[in-house]
Nanobody, 125 residues
């Protein structure tokens, strides 16, 4: 069984930065693709970023490209999301997800097997 625990969310002013972390338990982390998704109130969950098991392939949503950076440390079973130049529209609950059978990243939420509980990010204007 895999458990994912996000941390690092909080309240920040527009233009500020936050770094989210997602710590995974279980043996499948280092061979699995990981993703970050977010859900704002009244909106559907949307893709943010994804990274392959070795970190060699990375995808970003257009809305965060150039501002957010996804990375991973397989020795620590942790994936990160560095968020810079934050905007009020980035306000959402951020979730990390693990795609157990595949080392290839995907922007599709239905391809992920395990999800964290989410961490709130609020960006004030």
């Amino acid at each position: 069984q895999v458990q994912l625990v996000e941390s690092g969310g909080g309240l920040v002013q527009a233009g500020g930065s936050l770094r989210l972390s997602c710590a995974a338990s279980g043996r499948t982390f280092s061979s699995s693709a990981m993703g970050w998704f977010r859900q704002a109130p009244g909106k559907e969950r949307e893709f943010v970023a994804a990274i392959s098991w070795r970190g060699s392939t990375i995808y970003y949503a257009d809305s965060v490209k150039g501002r957010f950076t996804i990375s991973r440390d397989n020795a620590k079973n942790t994936v990160y999301l560095q968020m810079n130049s934050l905007k009020p529209e980035d306000t959402a609950v951020y979730y990390c997800a693990l795609d157990a059978p595949s080392g290839r990243p995907s922007p599709n939420a239905y391809e992920y097997d395990y999800w964290g509980q989410g961490t709130q990010v609020t960006v004030s204007s």
